[in-house]
């Protein structure tokens, strides 16, 4: 079915310009010079898409996002905004629009913005395709649910998110919510939370739920960039620009061309390179090292910082400006002490992916084990119940893991864990997330060595082995799987 366009500008040439470029994407179009004429076509005919200028003689763009956000919530409205007029634009995306385009108008980002705002449109009517496991191990909503008719786009978007990001709870709930809302915008987003609650798996589901999909998901890790290489990385470089440039080299920001660039720990970029990348939002354009013109991007910016930016800001390390143009929408990741509820789940999913990843049943929970994991405070939030888990898994004694098993009170004040009697002294003080990881390492290498050499005394006769070290036959061959895994 052709989709339609409206077109809202006050001058004669610009309408017509886009009436152009949008008609020869294939769209139907229709053209009003100012707002009540607007409404009144919205009236008349179903509207797909929408497309307004700023500055209207009966009111201006956003005023009309706002009655778009009440009256027609589901039609995406982008804004053509006067150049350098990037504060308008950024407050109309706060109030819900699409995505903007500053005049003079850039007839080759202004077909990239009608094609991405058609494609949210097309987004809101059918199921979304199953996609693969994502980087963070939970798999995707099944593909049966593309083959479901009956299904609303909504409801498959919320399978999809629950399949995901797993939990019930409040906090999740709003969560899913905004990742639902926030999909259908191209608004810059600012996602904030503590390590280890799963900021590059929202910012994921951001994408995927959204009409960048099928485009890529570039995610970059800020703090993990040399300084000197960060103008290259991000923009890319010209053969011969410096030495060792021996040939053209895209940047992250041409790779994630059509997609999303998810600039994790934004906090930790240097200031110039804040600058930079201030440009790069506002004018939509990059400059390779030693190109002598920009190139125009259509890349959506999502950024993710454990750090509070605005102390950042106050405190000069990290600018004002940009993080009023990154932030354009707050995002915030609930740490698991605000959702205990859904830790029971979380459990019983990462015991079933080692089960798999070991080929064998998953390790039973005891309920006093459950229990102390939904008391214990999580520093590191999903990331250390992972954590915990795979040692439980690996350490257990009996047929269930309990709470001596967890070991929870070593992680954050004691000693390594131990394997049959083999003693180890008390760690040194030393912050509760250094020595967790500390007694983690120093146990798994006690571990390795210890059942190694017990292997070696008995010949690998594994029965006798464990045996030995006091051991089922099925904890060995766990960890013998570890051991092997891990070399």
Known sequence: MTRTAL??????????????????????CHAAANLSEARNLLDAYPIDVCLTDMRLPDGNGVDFVSYMQEHHPDIPVAVITAHGSMDAAVTAMKNGAFDFVSKPVNLKLLRKLIESAANAAAVQEKPLPASETDKSGRQNANPSHVEDNTSTAEDTVGEELD????????????????????ARSQAPVLINGESGTGKELVARLIHDCGPRATGPF?????????????????????KGSFTGATEDKPGLFQAAEDGTLFLDEVAELPLFMQVKLLRVIQEKAV????????IPINVRIISASYKNLEQEVAESRFRHDLYYRLNVIGLQVPPLRERREDIPALVHFTLARIAERWGDAPFPVSDAAMQALMSFHYAGNVRELENVLERAVTLAEGEALSPE???????TASAPPQISNVATEAAEPAPASVRYQASLNQAQDAETQLILT??????WNRKAAAEELGLSYRQLRYRLQKIQAQT
């Open 405 to 411: 098993d967890l070991n929870l009170q070593t992680s």
């Open 163 to 182: 399949a995901r990001l797993l939990g019930q709870s409040a906090p999740m709930q709003q969560l899913k919510k905004m990742i639902r809302k926030l």
């Open 287 to 294: 400059k390779p090292v030693g190109a002598t013109h920009e």
């Open 454 to 459: 017990t292997l070696q005394k008995h010949q």
């Open 7 to 28: 077109i809202i500008d006050d001058e004669p040439d610009i309408r017509e310009l886009v009436s152009i470029t949008v008609s020869r994407l294939g769209l139907d």
């Open 218 to 238: 570039i995610p970059v890790n800020c703090g993990a960039i040399p300084a000197e290489l960060m103008e290259s990385e991000f923009f890319g470089h010209k």
